[in-house]
T-cell receptor, first 114, second 113 residues
Framework: AQTVTQSQPEMSVQEAETVTLSCTYD???????LFWYKQPPSRQMILVIR??????QNATENRFSVNFQKAAKSFSLKISDSQLGDTAMYFC???????????FGTGTRLKVLA | DAGITQSPRHKVTETGTPVTLRCHQT?????MYWYRQDPGHGLRLIHY???????DKGEVSDGYSVSRSKTEDFLLTLESATSSQTSVYFC????????????FGPGTRLTVL
């Protein structure tokens, strides 16, 4: 069975600085998707970024980028120029293509400090 | 926003009472999901549906049942609520395009006293 591990329960970063959130996963599959979701205090789950495992190029979305290391089964999220609005829980998720079932990590609580 | 609403948004109930949570979507997505979110556990899948009347269990399905009689509605029922079912419940859909991304409803906070 697949598992997703986020080993950093809490992190903090100064406004305008860069922070990296870690995610590792365990799978024997070759075709899958990985996701990062953000959950601000409003509780709404918001997609941040998505990575297809068959793509070697790391996904980027504005200030958010990932470092996808398929062999190491690592999928970290880098937030550049951190903003106060980035304060949230961040969840990493895995989905084996074709199963339509998603496995989530336990989350990292990020606080951006003014 | 993928047109997903949940009702009620908050509910307080007593142990032993039945509770039904509703998820409604407006964009005709085939796959719908129910998760619960608890501190230290992230999101855990309760049940999911892959079409009208087609449902399957997730990892924490004990004590929960679901029904989907229409594409747009996915109901989660706690037959006899227990305090261990106090949680935040999220409904989600799977987008058929764009890399199988899930989009979530706003969540329902359920407290069982």
């Amino acid at each position: 069975a697949q598992t997703v591990t986020q080993s950093q329960p809490e992190m903090s970063v100064q406004e305008a600085e860069t922070v990296t959130l870690s995610c590792t996963y365990d799978t024997s599959e070759n075709n899958y998707y990985l996701f990062w979701y953000k959950q601000p205090p409003s509780r709404q789950m918001i997609l941040v970024i998505r990575q297809e495992a068959y793509k070697q190029q790391n996904a980027t979305e504005n200030r958010f980028s990932v470092n996808f290391q398929k062999a190491a089964k690592s999928f970290s999220l880098k937030i550049s120029d951190s903003q106060l609005g980035d304060t949230a829980m961040y969840f990493c998720a895995f989905m084996k293509i074709g199963t339509y079932k998603y496995i989530f990590g336990t989350g990292t609580r990020l606080k951006v400090l003014a | 926003d993928a047109g997903i609403t949940q009702s009620p948004r908050h509910k307080v109930t007593e142990t032993g009472t039945p509770v039904t949570l509703r998820c409604h979507q407006t964009e005709n997505h085939r796959y719908m999901y129910w998760y619960r979110q608890d501190p230290g556990h992230g999101l855990r899948l309760i049940h999911y549906s892959y079409g009208v009347k087609d449902t399957d269990k997730g990892e924490v399905s004990d004590g929960y049942s679901v029904s989907r009689s229409k594409t747009e509605d996915f109901l989660l029922t706690l037959e006899s609520a227990t305090s261990s079912q106090t949680s935040v419940y999220f409904c989600a859909i799977r987008s058929g395009g764009a890399g199988d991304t899930q989009y979530f409803g706003p969540g329902t906070r359920l407290t069982v006293l």
